[in-house]
């Protein structure tokens, strides 16, 4: 990227990487005494940023992190962080080197996988630390149930790899009612008891995703894996403790111009807006290409000047049109379109409420054009 790129960006991200350390804080005090925490930062961080956010986690107390790809781990490994790092799902054969080479801890989710990633550590010399994912409910990957023992001595007899974890996943723990999730839980326990049973040590246990954590602190164990609740946001809003959270991340724009058409003139392609009097629109340098959900198109709301204005016809790639006049637009003003502005405030949450998603994909959905701008630390949103 070019400096005039980097002085003046059409669309940003402002991240608070004191927002992402108040929430690492937050969580740590919620723990069971004595569990660890796991800053999952997969996905370039949920958008934030991964090797930033790690660091910025890891200085405030984390002590593992998290991704989904070799190629997030490798990342984390080429800034200099030397934390332990779990890669969560299931990789391919082909991969199973670079995992190694990284030092990443996989997860175990079959037994040929797990006889490739021992290939792969025995050819380099290595030993590689395992975890094995069991399936409690999810569907998703990890050992069935029934299998988890037979893999859990499997893998302990598997020259190349040495098993020191094993967890599950949640399907439900952000939802009210807990039944689910209390199911869940009871099955890992019933096989975490079998491995034991057979001599087996399980030197780390973990279940819980950021709904786990602030759902009971009975699903803690030894480590807990934050994703979403450190970037700010509840998994769900009876979750008291969520009042203390602090979102760390800000979309932001500016009005390129701002010019007055007639009632009646259609705005942007399939003229889906008509203009119901003479208006002034104002034309805003972000699009669907920077994460600007197209489902937004005449439905999503901006801030200028601290006032909600409605987007105007289609969601563009480059760029999307809002109503001036309801905010008084004038060219150069910020857009906010997730953050604050003055008082008002557009909440990740509502924004995916507009494109019928969730705030994860919204948050992971900001575009790789948009610059990521981290905020010192006394410039940290209060909340
Ligand atoms: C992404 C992920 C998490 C984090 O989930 P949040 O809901 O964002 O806290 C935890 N565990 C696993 C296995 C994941 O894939």
Redesign the pocket.
């Known amino acids: 990227m070019n400096n005039e790129a980097d002085t003046q960006p059409s669309a940003w991200a402002e991240v608070s990487l004191a927002n992402i350390a108040y929430n690492v804080q937050v969580l740590k005090s919620t723990l069971k005494p004595g569990t660890q925490l796991?800053a999952?930062v997969?996905?370039n961080a949920?958008g934030h940023g991964t090797v930033p956010v790690a660091r910025a986690a890891l200085d405030a107390g984390a002590t593992w992190l998290?991704v989904?790809r070799v190629s997030e781990g490798v990342e984390l490994r080429a800034a200099g962080l030397d934390a332990p790092v779990l890669l969560?799902?299931p990789i391919a054969p082909a991969e199973a080197t670079a995992a190694v080479n990284a030092q990443l801890v996989v997860?175990i989710t079959s037994l040929r996988f797990a006889q490739a990633l021992a290939d792969a550590a025995q050819a380099a010399g290595t030993t590689a630390s395992v975890h094995l994912?069991i399936d409690t409910g999810m569907s998703r990957f990890g050992v069935p149930l029934d299998d988890a023992i037979g893999a859990a001595q499997a893998l302990t007899r598997m020259d190349g790899l040495r098993l020191d974890g094993v967890?599950m996943?949640?399907a439900t723990?952000?939802e009210a009612d807990p039944s689910f999730a209390q199911l869940q839980i009871a099955r890992f326990e019933g096989a975490l008891n079998d491995i034991r049973r057979a001599g087996i040590a399980v030197p780390l246990v973990h279940a819980?995703?950021?709904?786990?954590?602030l759902a009971a602190t009975s699903y803690h164990f030894d480590l807990v894996?934050?994703?979403?609740?450190?970037?700010g946001?509840c998994?769900n809003s009876a979750f008291t403790q969520c009042a203390d959270l602090r979102t760390a991340l800000s979309l932001k724009s500016r009005v390129a111009y701002v010019r007055a058409i007639h009632r009646g003139t259609s705005v942007g392609y399939g003229r889906t807006f008509v203009a119901p009097r003479d208006m002034h629109v104002a034309l805003v340098s972000i699009g669907y290409a920077d994460g600007v959900r197209r489902a937004l198109s005449n439905k999503g709301e901006v801030l200028v000047r601290g006032h909600r204005a409605r987007i105007l016809g289609r969601v563009s790639m480059d760029q999307i049109v809002v109503d001036a006049d309801a905010c008084e637009a004038q060219e150069g003003d910020e857009v906010v379109l997730i953050g604050r502005q003055g008082d008002a405030e557009l909440s990740a949450e509502e924004v995916a409420g507009w494109a019928g998603t969730v705030s994860?994909e919204i948050l992971t959905g900001i575009g790789a054009r948009v610059p990521r701008v981290y905020l010192s630390a006394n410039n940290a949103n209060s909340r």
């Open positions: 796991m999952v997969k996905a949920y998290a989904a969560l799902g997860s994912k967890f996943h949640f723990a952000d819980a995703n950021s709904a786990g954590i894996r934050a994703g979403i609740a450190l970037y946001i998994p994860y």
